[in-house]
């Protein structure tokens, strides 16, 4: 499996995309804006059909990009429930960009909740929810790769914001030891901003939450 790491949109949103040259299909995790100019050559290069579109959670540069993406593929959108809202109704997220960026409903295929298992790719991700920055946000985690993709809720050296509305950082706190730091220390994570980092990391050197 490949796994591209494309930094796309206003504010160069990560959006990633998993290919399976093998098997002929991609998914792609969060649709940060424009970034389907990015994917279109890629799957070209590697043969593949962009079969999926998960969603990490429902913030705008995450989801900026997902209608084009969807309507060039027909990629069936996976995402958590308690962001239905600001994934479906984006407007709700306007007055806090002064109108400035265009935001386009996409519609979701299939909510996932924690504890759920996805196949693709050959291969299953396991769907871990940790809220807190936002209330939908998941992470994806594919032990074969060890490797987790948890959006907003955890960086390098850094949590997610927790100022936005219906932002918590208990929330997330609990979020991260629970759900995060109960992944091996060598696991790869891979946020939805700045470069990766690993478990054993951020338990060791995170300045916002330390292991209990």
């Avoid at 995790?29 to 994917?39: F, L, Q, R, T, V």
């Avoid at 958590?80 to 400035?100: A, C, Q, R, W, Y």
């Amino acid at each position: 499996m490949n796994v591209y790491h494309l930094p796309s949109g206003i504010i160069q949103t990560n959006g990633y995309l998993l290919t399976e040259p093998k098997l002929g299909e991609a998914v792609l995790i969060d649709a940060p804006g424009e970034i389907w100019a990015k994917i279109k050559p890629i799957l070209a290069k590697d043969g593949c059909k962009l079969t999926q579109l998960w969603i990490t959670h429902g913030h705008w540069d995450h989801t900026q990009g997902g209608a084009e993406v969807v309507s060039a593929t027909s990629a069936k959108v996976i995402a958590h429930s308690e962001d239905k809202v600001l994934i479906e109704s984006p407007t709700v997220m306007s007055k806090f960009l002064n109108g400035e960026i265009k935001l386009t409903p996409v519609h979701v295929d299939h909510w996932v909740k924690q504890g759920d298992t996805l196949s693709v790719l050959g291969t299953t991700a396991e769907v871990r929810h940790v809220p807190g920055h936002c209330p939908g946000n998941v992470l994806f985690y594919f032990s074969a790769l060890k490797t987790a993709f948890v959006g907003d809720a955890l960086f390098k050296g850094s949590i997610g914001r927790t100022d936005l509305p219906t932002g918590d950082f208990d929330q997330l706190a609990h979020s991260i030891r629970t759900q995060i730091y109960t992944l091996s220390d060598d696991t790869r994570v891979l946020s939805g901003h700045g470069p990766e980092t690993s478990v054993g990391q951020e338990k060791a050197t995170n300045p916002y939450v330390k292991p209990l």
